[in-house]
C-alpha cells in the first residue's frame, strides 16, 4: 500500500472494445524509479505498445499521467503529462500541461489514464469516483473547444474540468494540441497529440472528485512549504505581474526572440508593443493559477471591439507572443491576442503554428508558394489579416492550412526545391522561441532533446542563473563553449524530474533541489537522496533516448537546422555569434556515456538499472563501457526495469 502522493489505480480504456477497467499502479521499485509523468509514461509505453505503430493508427497508446505531487499542497504541482508517439514527429512524443485537470483526475481516484484502440463514433470519457464512463460525443463534434467545455461541464458537473481537442485535432492536424481549462487555455501543446486523440474519436476526457490525495508527514510538507512559500512569491513577482510574457523586451534585446522566421536579430522597437507589460496596462483583467500555483502567471484578457475580433479568456504568453506576433512580424497586442485564443479554440499549438506560419510567409517571398497556392492570400510579413487567415486555415485545415498543418518538415519536402533550407525543426518539431544564437547551450538541448528541439531543458535557464546543486553558483556566460554539452546534460536531467514529479519549470531559480527532496519526502513517506533523484532523472532520458534509438535515430538526426549555425545576426544582442555545435555536442555525448554517434553504451545503461534495455542497442555497442566522468550525486542504480 503506497503511504503517499498516489492514488495507487490507473484507469485503462479500451475504444475499440468500448471496455474500461482499473489497474493498479507498477511497483513502488518502478514508481521511485521513474515517478511520473513523462518519467512513468517511457516506462509504460518503451514495451507497451512499444515505438512501432502508427502514430495515427488504433494501435498507438496515449497516457495522460500526473506525478506524485500533483494535487498535493507542494507549489506549482498542479500538471500532468500527455505522451505517445507523436504524428507530427515520429518519435517519442510527450506534452506537458498546467492547469487543474491532474489535480481533478486525481481527486476522482486515478493517477492516470491509459488510452487504447478508436472508437466506431466520437465520444468522450466522463471521469468521477464512482468510476469512468464512455458517452456519446457527437453532439460535440466539429465544435471548438470553449464550446465543448461549456457544454461538457453543463451535462456533467459545473465543478468539472475538461482536457479535450477542438476541430485541429479531429482532422488530424499533425500540431493539434490538446487543451484543458476551458477559457483559461491551457494546453499541452507540443508534438501533435491532440491529433491522436482525433485519430481515436476521443473528443474530450472530463473529470470531477473530491477524494483528499495522501500525504504521509503532512506537517513537515506544510511546514517546508511555509518556509519557502514568501521566497518562491518574491522571486517570482514578475511572473505574477506580467506573464512569461514579461521577458519579451528582455529576450529581444538579447536577439533571443525570433523574428521574420528566425531572420531578424534587432526586433527591439517592435517588442513593447506585445510585451506582457503592455498587456498588463491595456488588455488584462484577471490572473489565472494552475493546481496549488501561488504565482499566478497565466493571464485573462478581454479585447472588445477590435478590428481582429474580441478575445474573452486566456491571454497570450510567452512562446505565443513570439509565434504569433514576432515570427510572422505582427506588433498588433489585439491581433496577437486574437489568434491566441483561435489557436485555444481550435486546439493548435502556438509554437508550430508560428513556426509553419513564418516559414509559409517566406516560401512566399522566395515564389516558391504562389497566390494560386494559397487562395489568393498574399503572405507578407507584418500582417494581422494574414496571421489570423492562416491560423483560421491551419484550424480547419482548409486550403494552404492543410498543408502548413502537417508541420514545417513535411510542408518543405511537399513544397520541394530549398524550402528545408528554412523550415526550423529537429526530428520534425518546429524550434520553441529562444535562439541559439542568443544562448549557446540551446544549440545541443534543441538537438538531443528526446521529442525534438525543445526547450523544456530550460539549458538557458543556466545562462541566467545558477543552481549550485548541479555544480553551477554563478550563471555560465551565454556565448560559451567549454563545459557547456556537460551543463546541457545535467540540467536536462534535472529538469526532467519536474516533468516526473509534476512541477512548473518557471519555479526553478527560485527553490533548491535540497527542496525537492523534502516535499517528495514528505508526500510520499520515502527517503529518497539527492543523488537518487538526479540519478532518476538521468534514467528517463536515456530510456527515452532508447525508444527513439529502436526507430533508428542516432546523432544524424542530433541536427540543427543551417539559419540558426551558418547565419549569423549582422545587428541586435548576438551580432556576429554563431554556436560552436560540434565541440557542445561531442562534450555532451561523452558526459552521457554515450557514443560519438548518439547511441548509449552497454555500460551506461547497466549504470543506470537499464539491463534489460541493453539487448535493444546495437550488438557493436551492447558491451562498451562509457568514459569515466565525475558525477558528485552518482551513488548507484536502484532497480529501474
Given at each position: ?44 509505453l518503451y514495451d507497451d505498445p512499444g515505438p512501432h505503430v502508427d502514430p495515427l493508427g488504433p494501435e ?7 506525478g506524485p505531487l500533483t494535487g498535493t499542497r507542494v507549489p506549482l504541482s498542479g500538471r500532468h503529462a ?40 466520437p465520444v468522450y470519457l466522463w471521469i468521477t469516483e464512482d468510476g469512468a464512463e464512455i458517452r456519446d ?505
Amino acid at each position: 500500500m503506497l503511504s503517499g502522493g498516489y492514488m495507487g489505480r490507473l484507469l485503462s480504456v479500451d475504444l475499440s472494445e468500448q471496455r474500461v477497467e482499473e489497474l493498479p499502479l507498477p511497483s513502488e521499485e518502478i514508481l521511485r524509479a521513474y515517478y511520473g509523468g513523462a518519467g512513468l509514461g517511457v516506462r509504460l509505453l518503451y514495451d507497451d505498445p512499444g515505438p512501432h505503430v502508427d502514430p495515427l493508427g488504433p494501435e498507438n497508446v496515449l497516457l495522460f499521467l500526473t506525478g506524485p505531487l500533483t494535487g498535493t499542497r507542494v507549489p506549482l504541482s498542479g500538471r500532468h503529462a500527455v505522451c505517445a508517439r507523436s504524428p507530427l514527429t515520429g518519435v517519442w512524443g510527450e506534452s506537458d500541461i498546467g492547469g487543474t485537470f491532474g489535480t481533478a483526475l486525481k481527486r476522482a481516484g486515478y493517477d492516470g489514464v491509459i488510452v487504447r484502440g478508436a472508437a466506431e463514433k466520437p465520444v468522450y470519457l466522463w471521469i468521477t469516483e464512482d468510476g469512468a464512463e464512455i458517452r456519446d460525443a457527437g453532439h460535440l463534434w466539429g465544435r471548438d473547444y470553449y464550446e465543448t467545455d461549456e457544454l461538457l461541464r453543463a451535462e456533467t458537473h459545473p465543478k468539472a474540468v475538461t482536457h479535450g481537442i477542438g476541430q485541429a485535432g479531429e482532422r488530424l492536424c499533425r500540431i493539434a494540441a490538446v487543451m484543458s481549462d476551458g477559457r483559461d487555455g491551457r494546453a499541452a501543446g507540443r508534438t501533435g497529440l491532440g491529433a491522436v486523440m482525433g485519430s481515436k474519436r476521443l473528443k474530450a476526457l472530463v473529470a470531477y472528485g473530491t477524494r483528499q490525495i495522501p500525504v504521509a508527514d503532512p506537517e513537515a510538507l506544510a511546514a517546508s512549504i511555509k518556509a519557502r512559500g514568501t521566497g518562491i512569491r518574491g522571486k517570482m513577482e514578475n511572473y505574477t505581474l506580467f506573464g512569461s510574457a514579461g521577458g519579451v523586451e528582455a529576450n529581444a534585446r538579447l536577439a533571443d526572440m525570433p523574428a521574420h522566421n528566425w531572420t531578424v536579430g534587432d526586433w527591439t522597437a517592435h517588442a513593447p508593443k506585445i510585451s506582457g507589460q503592455r498587456m498588463a496596462e491595456t488588455i488584462l483583467i484577471g490572473r489565472y493559477y494552475c493546481g496549488a500555483c501561488i504565482v499566478g502567471c497565466g493571464r485573462r484578457v478581454r479585447v472588445v471591439d477590435s478590428p481582429w475580433g474580441n478575445v474573452d479568456g486566456g491571454g497570450p504568453e510567452y512562446e505565443a507572443m513570439a509565434g504569433l506576433g514576432s515570427m510572422v512580424g505582427v506588433d498588433d497586442l489585439y491581433a496577437v491576442a486574437r489568434a491566441n485564443e483561435l489557436c485555444n479554440r481550435y486546439g493548435i499549438d502556438v509554437i508550430s503554428c508560428g513556426g509553419v506560419m513564418g516559414f509559409a510567409i517566406e516560401a512566399f517571398e522566395k515564389g516558391l508558394l504562389t497566390a494560386a497556392d494559397t487562395g489568393g492570400l498574399e503572405l507578407r510579413w507584418s500582417d494581422p489579416n494574414v496571421l489570423l487567415t492562416l491560423v483560421e486555415l491551419i484550424g480547419r485545415r482548409e486550403g494552404i492550412g492543410a498543408l502548413l498543418g502537417e508541420g514545417v518538415k513535411r510542408a518543405a519536402e511537399r513544397i520541394g526545391g530549398v524550402a528545408a533550407e528554412f523550415a526550423l525543426e529537429v526530428k520534425g518539431l518546429e524550434l520553441p522561441y529562444h535562439d541559439p544564437r542568443a544562448l549557446s547551450s540551446l544549440a545541443v538541448s534543441y538537438a538531443t532533446m528526446p521529442r525534438g528541439a525543445c526547450h523544456r531543458g530550460n539549458t538557458h535557464g543556466l545562462e541566467r542563473y545558477g543552481v549550485p546543486e548541479l555544480g553551477y553558483p554563478e550563471p555560465l556566460p551565454r556565448h560559451a563553449t567549454a563545459g557547456k554539452g556537460v551543463a546541457v546534460a545535467r540540467m536536462q536531467d534535472y529538469q526532467g524530474l519536474f516533468n516526473a514529479l509534476k512541477l512548473c519549470q518557471f519555479m526553478t531559480p527560485a527553490i533548491a533541489i535540497s527542496d525537492i527532496v523534502r516535499w517528495l519526502n514528505a508526500v510520499t513517506g520515502w527517503d529518497v537522496t539527492l543523488p537518487e533523484l538526479l540519478t532518476a532523472g538521468e534514467r528517463m532520458n536515456n530510456l527515452k533516448r532508447m525508444y527513439n534509438v529502436r526507430l533508428g535515430l542516432s546523432r544524424k538526426d542530433d541536427a540543427l537546422p543551417a539559419r540558426v549555425l551558418m547565419e549569423a545576426f549582422t545587428e541586435g544582442g548576438s551580432a556576429g555569434y554563431l554556436p560552436d555545435f560540434v565541440a557542445m555536442l561531442n562534450e555532451y555525448y561523452d558526459y552521457r556515456g554515450w557514443t560519438r554517434d548518439g547511441i548509449p553504451t552497454g555500460g551506461r545503461l547497466r549504470a543506470l538499472g537499464l539491463d534489460r534495455e541493453i539487448a535493444d542497442l546495437p550488438p557493436a555497442y551492447r558491451e562498451r563501457e562509457p568514459l569515466p566522468r565525475a558525477v558528485p550525486w552518482e551513488s548507484g542504480a536502484a532497480a529501474a526495469s
